[in-house]
């Protein structure tokens, strides 16, 4: 209990409306609950008190009763600065044991980063499309939050995202439980949060209507960009049987937010709607030419080398800033024949050609291939 100050707990209470009620010792004081019934907690305001330890874990006990929480939850809220906190749960078969392969996991968060990027751009710029995200403010956002404990029940991968507000610093400024609850309602964190589910509400409602082209018509604060749609087209595979889930936790030191959904989730039948409102916000994409070098990890075409015509390869390869993309790359049955023998033998091949991107899908258009 040392990490926990009976003065962060003393403004907790005060925050959430319990009422103090003085004693003739100036070291203590007793806080009264009175809704449905009765509960008191006797705060020591000194440490030195040699049962300091057992009454601070009673004082967390009977704030986890006031508010039927366990009281597991209400010592993270403790240990923590004040945050919202946005989880992922992916549902289907693989992950009905609380586990996620290593590769989906890593989808998954990396492109809850880029969900939560977005939002936060969408905010300093609202725009339709961000062709390049780099704002100082969004990564100080970014930059403050955190990977919580993952939850059993299928898989839950929580964000931790405490309650700041940038500057034109390096470091955005932390807010506390000390800070009124204007400051931080009021906080870049808050916003962000607040209108990422509003916009995961509006996208679905988007497609569940059929009118697609409202989201040309979102305006200021409202404005739903097609980053952030691709990357809630991208959190996972969404199999037959597979559901994202996405629920906040709003901070429970604040007063508690209404008018904004707490649970958005979305199946197989929303990818096909929103690839295409994406499609529409993207601007056209003119392609890139380059010289790429990596392996490929897949290849298929026609069992029948007479009757091939075309062999299709998955190619990996280092691309922008440093991150491993996969690009599909048509070739004719000679390159797919070395293909073949690149894939089997796990050699390097280099592809010169155009780099463009269809929806969620990257293709390297002329290519021409050949072994290293």
């Known amino acids: 209990m040392g990490k926990i100050s009976f003065s962060t707990i003393q403004k907790y209470l005060s925050n959430k409306n319990w009422r103090a009620i003085p004693i003739k010792r100036e070291d203590l004081f007793i806080w009264h609950w009175g809704n449905p019934t009765t509960i008191e907690i006797l705060l020591p305001l000194d440490r030195t008190f040699a049962d300091y330890d057992e009454l601070m874990i009673q004082a967390l006990g009977k704030i986890a009763l006031a508010e039927n929480r366990d009281i597991e939850q209400v010592i993270n809220d403790f240990l923590l600065p004040p945050s919202d906190i946005i989880k992922f749960k992916v549902n289907n078969k693989k992950t009905e044991n ?5 590769n989906a996991c890593f989808t ?26 780099s704002y100082k403010k969004a990564q100080q956002f970014i930059d403050s939050c955190y990977i919580g404990q993952t ?3 299928s898989f839950v991968a929580s964000i931790v995202c405490p309650f700041i507000n940038t500057t034109i610093d390096e470091r955005p400024t932390q807010l506390s439980l000390f800070n009124s609850d204007d400051d931080l309602v009021g906080s870049f964190t808050r916003a962000v949060t ?3 589910m509003n916009s995961l509400s509006k996208i ?3 497609v569940q ?4 082209d409202i989201i040309n018509e979102l305006r200021d604060n409202d404005t739903i960009s097609g980053n952030f749609i691709e990357s809630i087209l991208e959190l996972g595979e969404y199999g037959d049987n597979e559901e994202i889930e996405i629920m906040t936790s709003w901070s429970p030191v604040v007063n508690e ?19 295409y ?6 601007p056209q994409d003119d392609g890139m030419d380059g010289v790429f070098i990596g392996k490929i990890s897949k290849a298929q075409a026609d069992p029948d080398p007479t009757n091939r015509t075309v062999g299709e390869i998955t190619f990996k390869f280092i691309g922008n800033e440093d991150k491993i993309m996969n690009a599909k790359v048509f070739l004719t049955p000679e390159d797919f024949s070395k293909a073949c023998e690149a894939l089997d033998k796990g050699l390097n091949v280099k592809i010169s050609g155009n780099l463009i991107q269809y929806g969620k899908t990257k293709t390297i258009n002329n290519p021409v291939f050949e072994l290293l």
Not at 112 to 122: I, Q, R, V
Not at 258 to 266: A, E, I
Not at 277 to 282: Q, V
Request: glycine share 4%; with cysteine; net charge positive.
């Open 151 to 153: 939850e059993r029940g």
């Open 209 to 212: 209507i059929g009118k697609h």
């Open 204 to 206: 679905k409602q988007i």
């Open 108 to 133: 998954l968060l990396e492109n809850a980063k880029k969900s939560l990027f977005a939002t936060a751009c969408d905010i300093l710029n609202p725009t339709l499309y961000h062709q390049r995200m």
């Open 98 to 102: 609380g586990l996620i392969t290593f």
């Open 194 to 196: 607040k209108k990422y």
């Open 277 to 282: 409102i994406a499609s529409k916000l993207k």
């Open 257 to 275: 937010m209404v008018d904004v959904p707490n649970v958005v989730s979305f199946t197989k039948d929303y990818i096909a709607p929103l690839e």
